[in-house]
């Protein structure tokens, strides 16, 4: 029988990343889990793919900037196994990783910036949002904003909270790819539902 871990009754088999991934994560609004949601993926990687991965933060007002000594040139903070790169680091640097997140936060701006690489660049593109009745103009916004981007249809949007009948209407309101975000107490304590979610998202 070949190799690979079980999980929720299926193997898995070991995967062989061929080419570095990235992912891009930027929140509507603050408060939506841009963050949050980044690290779970990361840390899913580690844990279940078993593959390189690390978060490359662009989020200004995001909790990872509290690390000591964050953008020292040749300082890689490390939370529960996952590295965590400044935007110092140079492109040869962070090549060595299998997967890359991009947590650009919700500075909106930033996705056209040409950094390495910038939003819009990047292989898998998620978006954060509240469906809360007071913030979906937000989400409206957001969606109308970036319209005429070539693409930006096949944006994934992960709302956090919220019910999966409410994700299905809006999903349908906007013609979006919305799923669901179990709540988590630690991100790096996955329940089924959230682990279900990451497999389907960032699968090979």
Known sequence: ??????????????QIVKEQ??????????????????????????QVIKAKAAVVERNVSGSLLSLPSFYEEETIASIKGIDILGQQKEEKEISAYS?????????????????FPNFFDCKIKLVTASLCFWRQEELFHFVETWSK?????????????????AV?????????????VASEQEWYRMGTANLALWNKILKE
């Open 99 to 115: 997967y890359l997140f991009f947590d650009y936060g919700t500075r909106v701006k930033q996705m056209q910036e040409t950094i």
């Open 149 to 165: 981007i070539q693409g930006n249809e096949e944006w994934i949007y992960l709302i956090p909270f919220a019910s999966s009948s």
């Open 168 to 180: 299905k209407k809006m999903e349908k309101q906007l013609c979006r790819k919305m799923y669901t």
């Open 1 to 14: 029988m070949g190799g690979g871990r079980t999980i929720f009754g299926k193997r898995i088999k070991k």
């Open 21 to 46: 991934k990235t992912i891009g994560v930027v929140g509507v609004s603050r408060g939506t889990g841009t963050t949050f949601c980044t690290m779970m993926m990361a840390y899913y990687i580690k």
